[in-house]
């Protein structure tokens, strides 16, 4: 299980956390699905993949997810989730709403989106 601190220093950053989706999402070789060939490095704007190439291929690496059309930033909801983790499926509402500052109805949104998630244990594996 990972530990606040190792939260901390793996996900200090919005791109960071942008990263770990992008491996999650297509693993450890970094190739275009439509022309196939290697990605050096996506363009990232609003969580928007483009392939570099002429194929001109994109993807949200938010889609299908439980971030997919939120505004809450994505170290937030790394932070929820940890919360969600170590506790048990069992934070509070106003804990979210108190140590990530979002509004009520945003942080019950989170609370049901992560807890829907059916491998929570290893998503930061």
Not at 29 to 51: T, V
Not at 76 to 96: D, G, S
């Amino acid at each position: 299980m990972i530990t606040a601190k190792e939260l901390k220093t793996r996900f200090p950053t919005e791109q960071s956390c942008r990263d770990h989706l992008i491996k999650m999402k297509f693993g450890t070789s970094l190739a275009c699905p439509k022309c196939k060939q290697a990605f050096q490095k996506f363009y990232e704007k609003d969580n928007i993949l483009k392939c570099p190439h002429r194929c001109g291929y994109t993807d949200s690496i938010t889609e299908e997810t439980i971030f997919f059309r939120s505004r809450v930033p994505l170290k937030k909801w790394f932070y929820a989730i940890y919360l969600m983790i170590i506790m048990k499926n069992k934070v509070e509402r106003r804990m979210l709403v108190k140590d990530l500052k979002v509004t009520f109805p945003t942080a019950t949104n989170m609370r049901e989106r992560i807890q829907s998630l059916a491998n929570l244990n290893t998503f930061f594996n």
